[in-house]
T-cell receptor, first 112, second 116 residues
Framework: DADVTQTPRNRITKTGKRIMLECSQT?????MYWYRQDPGLGLQLIYY???????NKGEISDGYSVSRQAQAKFSLSLESAIPNQTALYFC???????????FGPGTRLTVL | QKEVEQNSGPLSVPEGAIASLNCTYS??????FFWYRQYSGKSPELIMS????GDKEDGRFTAQLNKASQYVSLLIRDSQPSDSATYLC????????????????FGKGTKLSVKP
């Protein structure tokens, strides 16, 4: 089945460490997104990409960077992790004009 | 700044009842509206999309859109304990992509609890 996968699913790290979260999709979608979710704050858009050569900041991009290595791969990096980046991170994809987004299973990140 | 507002709940309904979830949005030009279901610790799952005024039915779910009043609602008929989850309303954002609007603004969600 066409799917969106995220690795790792869980990660515990220490303050100051560099972390990379990876997202892959077999849906053939051109658009990819990274969100974080904190209790009570809903989904916040970090970065998004409409195709391989397009990268855009979302509402909370500070402290994060991304790389779109291929149409199917979109990685999120935390260059120097801090405790308030502890959250659930989701990748999503979309295609066409419908704007329907499909989410990966998420990565639970804990920064100590 | 576009906003999407939902009552955080929890909304508690008995099994078999109709659950009614509401969402209001601030941008009059929004064109696409979505409902996602999210179980605790899991990812959001798309359950309904609606683009035109009126009702759209899919099984036990009905989405209702009123652009003049800027609200969208989700009705769940014959509610089951398995429907207990947080429901997220999403509205298309302002970024253009090939004529469509390529990102979504999410509400914070309404937590639904269906009691057996």
């Amino acid at each position: 089945d066409a799917d969106v996968t995220q690795t790792p699913r869980n990660r515990i790290t220490k303050t100051g460490k560099r972390i990379m979260l990876e997202c892959s999709q077999t849906k053939g979608h051109d658009r990819m997104y990274w969100y974080r979710q904190d209790p009570g704050l809903g989904l916040q858009l970090i970065y998004y990409s409409f195709d391989v050569k397009d990268i855009n900041k979302g509402e909370i991009s500070d402290g994060y960077s991304v790389s779109r290595q291929a149409q199917a791969k979109f990685s999120l990096s935390l260059e120097s992790a801090i405790p308030n980046q502890t959250a659930l991170y989701f990748c999503a994809t979309a295609s066409g004009s419908s704007n329907e987004q499909f989410f990966g299973p998420g990565t639970r990140l804990t920064v100590l | 700044q576009k906003e999407v507002e939902q009552n955080s709940g929890p909304l508690s309904v008995p099994e078999g009842a109709i659950a009614s979830l509401n969402c209001t949005y601030s941008d009059r030009v929004s064109q696409s509206f979505f409902w996602y279901r999210q179980y605790s610790g899991k990812s959001p799952e798309l359950i309904m999309s609606i683009y035109s005024n009126g009702d759209k039915e899919d099984g036990r779910f009905t989405a209702q859109l009123n652009k003049a009043s800027q609200y969208v609602s989700l009705l769940i008929r014959d509610s089951q304990p398995s429907d207990s989850a947080t429901y997220l309303c999403a509205v298309n954002g302002k970024v253009n992509y090939g004529g469509s609007q390529g990102n979504l603004i999410f509400g914070k969600g309404t937590k639904l609890s269906v009691k057996p």
